[in-house]
């Protein structure tokens, strides 16, 4: 079966410091891949999708970027971190045939 | 792009009740609607979705209705048990092979009441 794994699962960071979040999926191949961030109380918002190794989509502007180095990693980052990153990330994965999307435990991060 | 809408923001039901959490969309291209819980401190997990060419799904408690004239769909949960007690998302994509990313609404906290 599939299993998607974030981590870590709570990050504290002072502002101005760099980030880097990984995600893998294990138990297939070629999947779609997703970074969403979940503010307090809001909705989940789609920050980054990826249909494979080096396709990075970008949908908000934003001081973040991803990279998706191998086919079932994915990779969130910045250079310097705002206050208003601060949020709940999670990493997503679909099979690609069909718009489904499994969720992992996300990464709590706290940028003081 | 698509917008989507989700009432009531919380939703306090006695235990044994049913439950229902209303949504809607905008982009008439939308074609697969999923259905997440999530408990604190989680990420989400699907728990039904439906897609465009049927009105209803069901499984177990649980069941969504989806009306494409009126672009709203809704999830019932029958028997409501402390465990349902989460927030809930629906969201709305179009499924159409790409790597289309989701639309949530914002959110419904269920609280099941002993």
């Known amino acids: 079966s599939q299993t998607i794994h974030q981590w870590p699962a709570t990050l504290v960071q002072p502002v101005g410091s760099p980030l880097s979040l990984e995600c893998t999926v294990e138990?297939?191949?070629?999947?779609?891949l997703y970074w969403y961030r979940q503010a307090a109380g809001r909705g989940l918002q789609l920050l980054f999708y990826s249909v494979g190794i080096g396709q990075i989509s970008s949908e908000v502007p934003q001081n973040l970027s991803a990279s998706r180095p191998q086919d079932r990693q994915f990779i969130l980052s910045s250079k310097k971190l705002l206050l208003s990153d601060s949020g709940f990330y999670l990493c997503?994965?679909?099979?690609?045939?069909?718009?489904?999307?499994?969720f992992g435990a996300g990464t709590r991060l706290s940028v003081l | 792009g698509e917008n989507v809408e989700q009432h009531p923001s919380t939703l306090s039901v006695q235990e044994g009740d049913s439950a229902v959490i209303k949504c809607t969309y905008s982009d008439s291209a939308s074609n697969y609607f999923p259905w997440y819980k999530q408990e604190l401190g989680k990420g989400p997990q699907l728990i039904i979705d439906i897609r465009s060419n049927v009105g209803e799904k069901k499984d177990q408690r649980i069941a969504v209705t989806l009306n494409k004239t009126a672009k709203h769909f809704s999830l019932h949960i029958t028997e409501t048990q402390p465990e349902d007690s989460a927030v809930y998302f629906c969201a709305a994509s179009y499924s159409g092979g790409g790597a289309d990313g989701l639309t949530f609404g914002k959110g419904t906290h269920l609280i099941i009441q002993p």
């Open positions: 138990g297939t191949s070629n999947p779609n």
């Open positions: 997503a994965w679909g099979p690609g045939a069909v718009n489904i999307q499994y």
